[in-house]
């Protein structure tokens, strides 16, 4: 069953979708940009300060599902420029620590003056705080190539 997540705090979708989706053990979000909830405009021209706010727009959905950024198990990111690939890394690198999620970066046609959008996948238990016994079963990869 499909549990629409949305949270005061996240910025309003500009379209008919929803923010992000709980379905069992999984939360799935909608691309995130750097929109400002309480003014709805981008926050910034400097693509480091976008990427920044993309993070603290996933972070409070990621919370309102019980959730957060070390449950992201899989990430695309559009850029508007490829160029600025070093950049959102800098920002990007500083949100996970330890095992990272898998990721995608793309160069996408964005909403005027959006330079980052990010959309993740994260896996949580079924309840707040609770891992799922898939979850808790899962075996780390082998390092041995």
């Not at 990272?100 to 994260?122: C, F």
């Amino acid at each position: 069953m499909k549990e629409l997540v949305a949270s005061p705090e996240a910025p309003t979708p500009v379209g008919p979708y929803s923010p992000a989706l709980r379905v069992g053990d999984w939360i799935y979000l909608s691309g995130q940009g750097a929109f400002d909830p309480s003014t709805g405009a981008i926050v910034s021209d400097d693509v480091e300060e976008q990427t920044a706010q993309v993070f603290r727009n996933i972070g409070v959905l990621l919370a309102a599902a019980g959730a957060d950024l070390d449950d992201v198990v899989s990430c695309l990111v559009h850029l508007s420029d490829l160029s600025d690939f070093s950049k959102v890394n800098r920002v990007y690198e500083k949100h996970f620590i330890g095992t990272r999620p898998t990721r995608t970066t793309v160069r996408a046609d964005l909403v005027e003056g959006m330079k980052v959008e990010i959309t993740a996948i994260a896996h949580r238990g079924s309840e707040p705080g609770e891992a799922s016994p898939e979850r808790s079963q899962m075996i780390a990869p082998s390092t041995t190539v």
